[in-house]
């Protein structure tokens, strides 16, 4: 610990790689105490409509564990079903030898100022495990939700899906009804072990001038699955994110998927990258992103360093009120023998598919808004039904708000 | 009833169609032949409602109504179709969503899928990838769902390969009512009368006539009608001595 702080200390003013620069010192981080719940029904109605809208179920049907943190509390922290784990990473660092091994194992701590404030101010977060074996059926929720006014709040997380084990997770980050201006800053550690599979689905709600700086970065060992979805459709003022997957061991798979939109006002820097470090192993980035006004630079990055792997990125981006898209892929090969692709669009709604399908009956505007509708539908293979539904009804209430 | 009188339209700068006068009765079908770029696909465009193509004179009137600048998709909820010969492909939509736009209440997509052997594309983006035979079997899907009343249909036949004419046809023939396995008691009198769907087709090849009966055959050559008359024997004629003599013969 100590020597994580000193290392933290040194980087406390050190600036992002990429990204505009946020003043630190104009938030407030001091604890924010919320009681905790037995129950999640006892949550506001505000709030938990709120945390709905981030793919959060407050009755936990069809879920198999949940965790809730409001600003700086941890609110509500279990697992239902036996082989999961679901602990504040507080306690499971002080009270886990294993948690300790896994903190601050894949990001580096003095990264930059941000992952400095983690560790300097830790805020809680939280740990998810799914021990060997254990088939996690129904996915685990998790929240991360922001009250007060103008705080910065630092999480840490880790989630972990140990041998042969199969784990989903949902995450909803949301901020208060009335809240205006703050910071996320969120570590994010996965650890996908061996013929494990682990899909991370994280929806966005934000509010207009708030700052996100998430960190993450994971590891797929041989024969594992990583699936990391992100969705973000609501205003923020701006966020920058560029979670980052090795694959070390044979046959390991990961794919990415993000669906951006670009309100105005709002700046989106949006990335993947992925190592392909072991033969056999598989990567897919795909992003889709459409500007409403705001600015959305979407980036993808794969680096293949063994003969034989097979890697792909395809970002498409739609104008649809001005604003900008900036789409960066790049590929580097650092050996023969590597098959890596990628393709990358930006353009506007075609006007032969509006006329297409007022022909059959809609309006100009149902017509556009089914082909939006229809761009921002990927296919996620593996993906469980309940998440893929908590998908489509982000982008189903997002539609409507571009429409 | 389609009526269609002293019809002007324009692409752009270019005059596609002159002075054109048609006529469809409730319950006729009628074939439309014609040398490429005579004008056939933008008659049908235009009748559909399609904005690039400028109407500079006459009128379009369907069902007793004045659609001339009707917007395509009140167009469409009169009860007007089309079938296309290159739709274009909307990613992210799926076959099956296509075909309930179109039908615009619960249908049973499966079932009617099933006829024109679909069912395997239902879950595929509209038109991704799909042959010409494959294009004309979901343009018929979504006409069948959406059950208008006047269908028009652009070389339906084209890029069909033989073992899928005789489905496309009988299809067709089935939507404009001119299936005559139906009812067999009924007599020629009896059916026409029972028909209530038109139709407007355009044959390259005419192979569609082996399937589909047609009360009228008429000839657009550069942009001007130019004759009417049974079906086959206007084909018969283009075959023989191609459109420029059967066009000079019938005037």
């Given at each position: 610990?100590?020597?994580?702080?000193?290392?933290?200390?040194?980087?406390?003013?050190?600036?992002?790689?990429?990204?505009?620069?946020?003043?630190?010192?104009?938030?407030?981080?001091?604890?924010?105490?919320?009681?905790?719940?037995?129950?999640?029904?006892?949550?506001?109605?505000?709030?938990?409509?709120?945390?709905?809208?981030?793919?959060?179920?407050?009755?936990?049907?069809?879920?198999?564990?949940?965790?809730?943190?409001?600003?700086?509390?941890?609110?509500?922290?279990?697992?239902?079903?036996?082989?999961?784990?679901?602990?504040?990473?507080?306690?499971?660092?002080?009270?886990?030898?294993?948690?300790?091994?896994?903190?601050?194992?894949?990001?580096?701590?003095?990264?930059?100022?941000?992952?400095?404030?983690?560790?300097?101010?830790?805020?809680?977060?939280y740990v998810i495990r799914a021990l060997p074996g254990s088939k996690v059926i129904y996915p685990v929720q998790a929240c991360l939700y922001i009250d007060k006014e103008n705080l910065s709040q630092h999480v840490h997380n880790l989630i972990i899906a140990e041998e042969g084990a199969v784990l989903h997770v949902i995450t909803g980050c949301a901020t208060g009804p009335n809240l205006k201006r703050g910071l996320h800053v969120g570590i994010s550690e996965f650890f996908v072990k061996k013929n494990a599979t682990l899909s991370f689905t994280m929806i966005?709600?934000?509010?207009?001038?708030?700052?996100?700086?998430?960190?993450?970065?994971?590891?797929?060992?041989?024969?594992?699955?990583?699936?990391?979805?992100?969705?973000?459709?609501?205003?923020?003022?701006?966020?920058?994110?560029?979670?980052?997957?090795?694959?070390?061991?044979?046959?390991?798979?990961?794919?990415?998927?993000?669906?951006?939109?670009?309100?105005?006002?709002?700046?989106?820097?949006?990335?993947?990258?992925?190592?392909?470090?072991?033969?056999?192993?598989?990567?897919?980035?795909?992003?889709?992103?459409?500007?409403?006004?705001?600015?959305?630079?979407?980036?993808?990055?794969?680096?293949?360093?063994?003969?034989?792997?097979?890697?792909?990125?395809?970002?498409?981006?739609?104008?649809?009120?001005?604003?900008?898209?900036?789409?960066?892929?790049?590929?580097?090969?650092?050996?023969?023998?590597?098959?890596?692709?990628?393709?990358?669009?930006?353009?506007?709604?075609?006007?032969?598919?509006?006329?297409?399908?007022?022909?059959?009956?809609?309006?100009?505007?149902?017509?556009?808004?089914?082909?939006?509708?229809?761009?921002?539908?990927?296919?996620?293979?593996?993906?469980?039904?309940?998440?893929?539904?908590?998908?489509?009804?982000?982008?189903?209430?997002?539609?409507?708000?571009?429409? | 009833m389609l009526r269609i009188e002293d019809l002007q339209v324009k692409i752009g700068d270019h005059e596609v169609l002159k002075h054109i006068d048609l006529e469809i009765k409730q319950g006729e079908t009628h074939i439309l032949f014609g040398p490429n770029g005579s004008g056939k696909t933008t008659l049908l465009m235009t009748v559909m409602g399609y904005p690039q193509y400028t109407v500079t004179a006459g009128n379009i009137f369907f069902k007793g109504e004045d659609i001339t600048n009707l917007p395509l998709n009140e167009r469409a909820k009169m009860?007007?179709?089309?079938?296309?010969?290159?739709?274009?492909?909307?990613?992210?939509?799926?076959?099956?969503?296509?075909?309930?736009?179109?039908?615009?209440?619960?249908?049973?997509?499966?079932?009617?899928?099933?006829?024109?052997?679909?069912?395997?594309?239902?879950?595929?983006?509209?038109?991704?990838?799909?042959?010409?035979?494959?294009?004309?079997?979901?343009?018929?899907?979504?006409?069948?769902?959406?059950?208008?009343?006047?269908?028009?249909?652009?070389?339906?036949?084209?890029?069909?390969?033989?073992?899928?004419?005789?489905?496309?046809?009988?299809?067709?023939?089935?939507?404009?009512?001119?299936?005559?396995?139906?009812?067999?008691?009924?007599?020629?009198?009896?059916?026409?009368?029972?028909?209530?769907?038109?139709?407007?087709?355009?044959?390259?090849?005419?192979?569609?006539?082996?399937?589909?009966?047609?009360?009228?055959?008429?000839?657009?050559?550069?942009?001007?009608?130019?004759?009417?008359?049974?079906?086959?024997?206007?084909?018969?004629?283009?075959?023989?001595?191609?459109?420029?003599?059967?066009?000079?013969?019938?005037?």
């Open positions: 610990m100590l020597e994580l702080n000193k290392k933290a200390e040194q980087a406390k003013e050190k600036k992002a790689a990429i990204g505009p620069d946020i003043d630190l010192t104009s938030f407030t981080s001091e604890q924010v105490s919320h009681g905790y719940l037995e129950d999640l029904t006892q949550l506001p109605d505000e709030d938990r409509s709120r945390m709905i809208q981030s793919g959060v179920d407050a009755s936990e049907s069809g879920r198999s564990g949940t965790y809730i943190q409001m600003d700086t509390s941890v609110v509500h922290a279990h697992a239902k079903q036996e082989g999961l784990q679901v602990i504040p990473i507080k306690q499971a660092l002080r009270e886990f030898e294993w948690a300790r091994e896994y903190y601050w194992k894949l990001v580096a701590v003095d990264a930059d100022k941000y992952t400095a404030q983690a560790q300097l101010n830790l805020h809680d977060g966005h709600n934000w509010a207009e001038e708030m700052m996100v700086r998430p960190r993450s970065v994971g590891v797929v060992e041989e024969g594992g699955l990583f699936l990391n979805n992100y969705i973000c459709m609501r205003p923020v003022k701006s966020l920058q994110m560029y979670p980052t997957t090795h694959l070390v061991g044979k046959g390991a798979v990961s794919r990415f998927y993000s669906l951006l939109v670009g309100s105005p006002g709002s700046e989106l820097d949006v990335g993947g990258r992925i190592f392909l470090k072991a033969e056999d192993t598989r990567a897919e980035i795909i992003a889709r992103a459409i500007s409403n006004g705001g600015r959305i630079i979407s980036r993808g990055d794969l680096i293949g360093e063994v003969p034989g792997v097979k890697a792909h990125l395809e970002c498409r981006g739609l104008m649809l009120k001005g604003g900008l898209i900036h789409a960066i892929p790049e590929l580097r090969g650092t050996v023969d023998g590597v098959e890596m692709s990628h393709e990358a669009a930006v353009g506007k709604i075609a006007q032969d598919e509006i006329l297409y399908l007022m022909s059959r009956g809609l309006s100009e505007l149902e017509a556009t808004s089914t082909i939006v509708r229809g761009f921002l539908s990927v296919d996620i293979p593996g993906l469980p039904p309940q998440l893929k539904a908590e998908i489509d009804r982000a982008v189903e209430m997002s539609e409507k708000e571009l429409m | 009860g007007i179709g089309m079938s296309y010969q290159r739709p274009p492909t909307i990613h992210g939509l799926k076959t099956r969503q296509m075909v309930e736009i179109c039908a615009r209440e619960k249908i049973d997509v499966a079932d009617l899928a099933g006829k024109v052997n679909f069912t395997d594309f239902l879950e595929r983006d509209i038109n991704a990838g799909f042959s010409g035979g494959e294009i004309k079997r979901s343009e018929l899907l979504q006409l069948m769902a959406q059950d208008p009343d006047l269908l028009l249909f652009d070389e339906p036949e084209s890029g069909v390969d033989l073992e899928n004419i005789a489905l496309i046809g009988n299809s067709i023939s089935r939507l404009l009512q001119r299936d005559f396995h139906v009812d067999p008691e009924m007599t020629q009198k009896q059916k026409k009368l029972a028909r209530t769907k038109m139709g407007l087709i355009i044959t390259h090849t005419g192979f569609i006539l082996d399937y589909v009966t047609a009360d009228r055959g008429q000839v657009l050559y550069d942009g001007v009608m130019s004759c009417k008359s049974n079906p086959q024997e206007i084909f018969n004629c283009i075959k023989k001595m191609g459109y420029e003599e059967c066009v000079r013969c019938s005037n």
